[in-house]
């Protein structure tokens, strides 16, 4: 038997960010709607343009962005700010939530996994970053923005891989 486990992006926040570029993105329009469809009117709106389909990328982005999930199949992990793979499970050695704390709001965190082979999933310069940062292992997204408690979320990835999720289980480092 197959059982899924999925966590979903918070998007809530969405329809205040897509009004908020929105606007810009729609201001090559403004000169037409004031002036009508005059040549110095499409001239501006031509000129406009570019700024506006850059809005609208940073839209689509975010957009794209607040569908990804975490999976949690007999497969394995897939989180697909990682990956568009599943990490298979005999890969992880342990999972931690390492929470960072920023200049302004509230705390990130971070599901960081530990791998058997971390080269296969980021690069040398990127593995030294992630030592000086969070202490060692891959840092696969920011919980924050997800549905569910980070605790939670590291409890069923702990119960999926079979082990207790009370423990203090660090792995095999």
């Known amino acids: 038997m197959d ?11 969405m329809a205040v960010v897509a009004v908020l570029v929105c606007l810009p ?3 090559f329009l403004w ?7 005059d040549p110095r009117a499409l001239e501006i709106s031509a000129y406009a ?7 609208l990328y940073f839209l689509y982005g975010l957009w794209s962005s607040c569908r990804r999930k975490i999976v949690l199949d007999n497969h394995g992990l897939l989180v697909e700010d990682l ?12 999972v931690k939530v390492v929470q960072q704390p920023l200049l302004r709001g509230p705390t990130a965190n971070w599901l960081v996994l530990h791998l058997k082979d971390q080269r296969r999933y980021s690069s040398k310069l ?3 970053a992630n030592n000086l940062l969070l202490g060692g292992g891959l840092p696969a997204c920011n919980l ?3 549905k569910g408690e980070p605790a939670e979320i590291r409890a069923a990835i702990l119960a999926k891989m079979g082990r207790d999720p009370n423990k203090a289980n660090h792995g095999d480092r």
Do not use: C, N, Q
């Open 3 to 13: 059982e899924k486990v999925t966590f979903e992006k918070d998007g809530g926040h």
């Open 25 to 27: 993105a729609s201001i």
């Open 31 to 37: 000169p037409i709607f004031m002036r009508g469809f």
């Open 49 to 55: 343009f570019p700024v506006s389909a850059l809005f």
């Open 83 to 94: 990956s568009i793979r599943p990490i298979p499970w005999a890969e992880i050695r342990d």
């Open 126 to 128: 990127v593995r030294k």
């Open 144 to 146: 924050t923005v997800y």
